[in-house]
């Protein structure tokens, strides 16, 4: 039995656009793989500890192969367990809008919480940095209130899916899928519909 997690950015609920993609292709999920988990975080309800003064210091303690001091070792325990919900999963469904030409503050806050190392990460000198997310897939639903894509003039634009990407190649998750609901600020260009068709083919590689 397998766990798939969905990692829900946006606060719109109802309203969004990812969020509504990602309903159709867990729906489909569910029924092709009934007996697989699938477990929705909502990062807008979570309690994400601060990354302040003692979480830095506690990362870094860890870095240097120091002993945490209490405080440290206790800021570092929420980080931990943060991440080993995340680690649970064998796959993983982002719904990411676009704020701004980016991705919302909150999934960020969570990104930097659970991406450290020892946990997501790890380097020598012998392999340099070495992600230790393997054997993992994962589909990222994009959206965006215009088109961002090649050819509409706006590709530089676009910083939410090359961090995005760039972030799960990092933490060692290579395959990885991305459907884009697009023009959403546009009723006759919004291309929702078509995303749900398009995610509902990306079920058999799950």
Known sequence: MGKLLH???SPRKTRSHSIAVAKEFINA??????????????????ALPSFDGDMLDAKYAV???????????????????LFDQFNSADAYLFSVPMWNFNIPYRLKHYIDLITQPGMAWSYSPEESYKGLLQNK??????????????????????MQKPYIN??????????IKT???EATLFPDRNSEEQAKQAVLKLIDDF
């Open 137 to 158: 897939t994962a589909l990222v639903i994009y959206s965006s209130g215009d088109g961002y894509g090649e050819g509409t003039g706006f590709e530089s634009f676009d």
């Open 29 to 46: 999920y569910k029924t092709k793989y009934g007996s697989d988990t699938v477990e929705t975080l909502d990062i807008w309800s979570m």
């Open 166 to 175: 760039l972030w799960l190649s990092f933490i060692g998750i290579s395959n």
């Open 63 to 81: 870095i240097g192969g120091e002993s945490p001091t209490p405080q440290q070792q206790s800021a570092w325990d929420s980080v931990q367990s």
């Open 7 to 9: 990692i829900e950015s």
């Open 179 to 181: 459907i884009s609901v």
